[in-house]
């Protein structure tokens, strides 16, 4: 309950952040027309954003004959914790990785890579398709495709504002709604910031719940840890090409040449994800 109460509060934060940018802009126009943006966004988000991410990294489905390694794990975890069958898809790539999508239960897909399927034993691959259902079951991927795309329309627009003001848009009766233009400025420049650095809280908060869930499931939750363990090391040699709006998705952040400390990562560091998991430090566990 803590992380579902926190995940709302910085969802609500963000959509009063967007209202707040589109006041500062056009004043109570300015804020409808924001709030509009959002519910189209969210909209889209709710809907669409499985689709998306799939034809992003061009995931294709299978069947139990092409996959049923994945497929048998999946079938029992889904029977044990009563989920529905979720569709399976592989995305061609030779980096270690996972994701899964949908806007509730029903409707959930959980993509591997072909990288993964060589890499882990049955068990650590039951450990991470565990912990991408532990994100359906507690409807972690509406949650941060909302989050995402919200975060994303503040920073669109904040860019949109910050040229309106070099090109004088931003005019006096905008600065007297505004407090100033320095306050404007310094809004324009914080709220992406702000917003993004919200973004990943939520992801990193149900990153650590999801890890939690999936090692419920199995039973086993150090087969998740050597899972987390080898992924990470091997997806640093072969890296794996993403986007920031979908990087969260991933159990394992894709993204290299990101580093700038924990506040800017998009999931938990994975020595803490391991201590988290077994309650020993990561280094003792093999």
Known sequence: MGNTFKTAFLLTALTLLLMFIGRAFGGQNGMLIALAFAVVMNFVSYFFSDKIALAMYRAQPVTREQLPRAYQAVERLTQRVGLPMPKIYVIPTDSPNAFATGRNPKHASVAVTEGILNLLT??????????????????????????????????????????????????????????????????????PIAATLIQLWVSRTREYEADATGAHFTGNPYALASALTKLDAYSRRVPMAATPSTAHLFIIQPLLGMDFGSLFSTHP???????RLTGRPAEFVQ
């Open 269 to 275: 560091p994975i020595a803490k994800r391991i201590e």
């Open 122 to 191: 049955d068990e650590e691959l039951e450990g991470v398709l565990a912990h991408e259902l532990g994100h359906v079951r507690n409807r972690d991927i509406l949650i941060s495709s909302v989050a995402a795309t919200i975060a994303g329309a503040i920073t669109y627009l904040g860019h949109m504002g910050r040229w309106a003001m070099i090109f004088g848009g931003y005019d006096r009766d905008s600065r007297e709604r505004g407090g100033g233009g320095l306050g404007a400025l310094l809004m324009l420049i914080l709220a």
